[in-house]
């Protein structure tokens, strides 16, 4: 007897283009510094189907067709909210000043790494990486000239001493 059957293709190569960033920047305060300061993170990620049936029963469902840019814009959400929590976090944790982000991005990028992976697992995507262009305070942003200013003045005190500016 004939019976009905669907057949499905799922590309198992990386797609390592996809280009993420933060929509608005996230208020976050300088732990060195002291200020409230927005800062905005951009970067890229890629990824590949590593388990095609949990793929296909988790998350296509009755989908006809489930692009590569359909996972992008689906966990697009997901990046973000934890690129938001792991810097929030990071920054107070390990009284990292914003200002100097940029030398430690290889290590934010594997914290963040860590946990968008264990929710793509669920869905048998792997993240094959995940990695930072920039962490950055837009310069047009009054609070990073405050920041700038605030920076300015303590190496002024650190290179005249403290001395010449306590009272008597």
Partial sequence: TPFQA???????ISKLDNKWGTIRP????????G????????????????NAHKFFEVLTGTAKV?????????????LVHTVNVVLGKAFI????????????LDI??????QFIQAEMDRFGIELVNF????????????????????????????MLGRDIYQYE
């Fill in 66 to 78: 489930f692009t590569a840019a359909k996972i992008v814009e689906y966990f697009t959400g997901l």
């Fill in 6 to 12: 669907e057949v499905w293709f799922v590309n198992l």
């Fill in 93 to 104: 944790e390990e009284k990292l000043s914003i200002l100097d982000a940029s030398t430690h």
């Fill in 26 to 33: 996230i208020k976050l305060e300088d732990p060195k510094y």
């Fill in 131 to 158: 990695f930072f262009y920039s962490i950055n305070i837009p310069e047009d942003d009054p609070s990073y000239q405050k920041l700038k200013d605030l920076k300015e003045r303590i190496a002024e005190l650190n």
């Fill in 35 to 50: 200020l409230v300061v927005p800062v905005r993170a951009f970067g890229q990620y890629g990824f590949k189907i590593s």
């Fill in 108 to 113: 934010l990028a594997q914290k963040c790494k």
